[in-house]
Nanobody
Framework: VQLQASGGGVVQAGGSLRVDCSAS????????MGWFRQAPGKEREFVAA???????YYADSVKGRFTISRDNAKKTVYLQMNSLKPEDTAMYYC??????????????????WGQGTKVTVSS
């Protein structure tokens, strides 16, 4: 499975942005997709994930501001980011895996990674 991320850009603090990730093949069944991010000089961290059964998982830092959704027909997962803060500035990476792992915050739990898309939030 190949993942293609898009939609990054520059936005002012308080603004909104959506990043998209398209998969190269149908991903309806038992396939989780999500996002990680890496800010300059920091470790990569989990942002959000959505399982094929609709369950969603968020990092505490984005809960209530970010929403992950998915369109199986379009093989695409979306991350809607609202109330953006300068600390949300990072390279955002799309991830995916078959099945699920209780260690859903860990990078090693995801088998497939897309290239990053850069999000910059100016103050």
């Amino acid at each position: 499975v190949q993942l293609q991320a898009s939609g990054g850009g520059v936005v002012q603090a308080g603004g909104s942005l959506r990043v998209d990730c398209s998969a190269s093949q149908r991903t309806d069944s038992n396939f989780a997709m999500g996002w990680f991010r890496q800010a300059p000089g920091k470790e990569r961290e989990f942002v959000a994930a959505r399982r094929s059964n609709g369950a969603t998982y968020y990092a505490d830092s984005v809960k209530g501001r970010f929403t992950i959704s998915r369109d199986n027909a379009k093989k695409t997962v979306y991350l809607q980011m609202n109330s953006l803060k300068p600390e949300d500035t990072a390279m955002y990476y799309c991830v995916a895996r078959y099945g699920w792992n209780v260690a859903w915050r860990a990078e090693s739990s995801y088998h497939y990674w897309g290239q990053g898309t850069k999000v910059t939030v100016s103050s």
